[in-house]
């Protein structure tokens, strides 16, 4: 298992550079978070033993009860699943970066509560690029017509970029379309509001190597670090 893990990890990250080096980018610009959510803390202690610097989880209640076990520095966590705003100020001194930031309602329970606690978390915009009705995650348009000055004016939050979940499907190629929708947008909002917006957290386990070669600045990979979870507990 732990040599399993060792070996998915270090397969992933050459992956990494190898999609990287076929666009002419640096490794360095793409972090990987390792998706670790589902899994006990055991086998998350075997990947950060492996190298893993970063841990994503989906649910607020999860990610608690992990951190209290293996601890607030042993890794960096990032929150990447739907946030309810009654579990924000729960989740907010236990994670380094929230990547579902999908309403301005969201936005300013989380201005509120990072005021009440004197923090300064760094957040992405989670994009519903299909319009999908069972995704959370803010229209194109919307941002583009007032929404993200509104976002901007919630000064606690560090915006880093945009986040997205396109729809599945198992050629990614056909999600290539997705990834490049998510950096235009983001070249277009950088320039309408004079802020860089640098990061684009897009790409997963079937898919994260056609997302760097689109600009991902940080892939959330779960399945293919660890295995597959059990498809009965994997709801977001
Ligand atoms: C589960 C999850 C991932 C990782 O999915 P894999 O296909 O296992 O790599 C990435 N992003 C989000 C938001 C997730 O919920």
Redesign the pocket.
């Known amino acids: 298992m732990q040599s399993d893990l060792a070996d998915n990890l270090k397969n992933i990250r050459r992956r990494i550079r190898e999609a990287a080096l076929r666009v002419g980018r640096n490794e360095n610009e793409i972090k990987l ?1 390792a ?1 670790s ?1 589902t899994h006990p803390p055991t086998v998350l202690r075997q990947a950060i033993d492996a190298g893993a610097t970063v841990l ?1 989880e ?1 649910k607020v209640q999860e990610a608690e009860s992990k951190i209290a076990e293996l601890g607030r520095g042993a890794a960096e966590w990032h929150l ?2 739907h946030l309810q705003s009654n579990k924000v100020r729960k989740v907010l001194p236990l994670v380094e970066a929230i ?2 930031v999908a309403s301005l309602d969201l936005a300013r329970d989380i201005q509120r509560i990072s005021e009440d606690l004197d923090l300064f978390p760094k957040v992405y915009l989670e994009v519903n690029l299909a319009a999908e009705s069972t995704k959370h995650g803010f229209m194109p348009a919307a941002l583009r017509e007032g929404g993200l000055e509104a976002l901007l004016a919630c000064d606690r939050l560090k915006i880093q970029g945009l ?1 997205c ?1 396109p729809p599945f499907d198992p050629d990614p190629e056909q999600t290539r379309p997705y990834f490049v929708e998510l950096r235009q947008l983001r070249n277009a909002l950088a320039k309408l509001v004079s802020a860089p917006l640098p990061c684009l957290s897009m790409g ?3 898919d ?1 190597e056609v997302a760097i070669e689109e600009g991902a600045t940080i892939v ?7 295995g597959n ?1 059990s498809p009965r507990i ?1 709801s ?1």
């Open positions: 978070v998706v959510k994503g989906n990447i699943g990547h579902s986040m979940i997963m386990s079937h994260f959330r990979v779960g399945s293919a670090i660890f979870r994997d977001n």
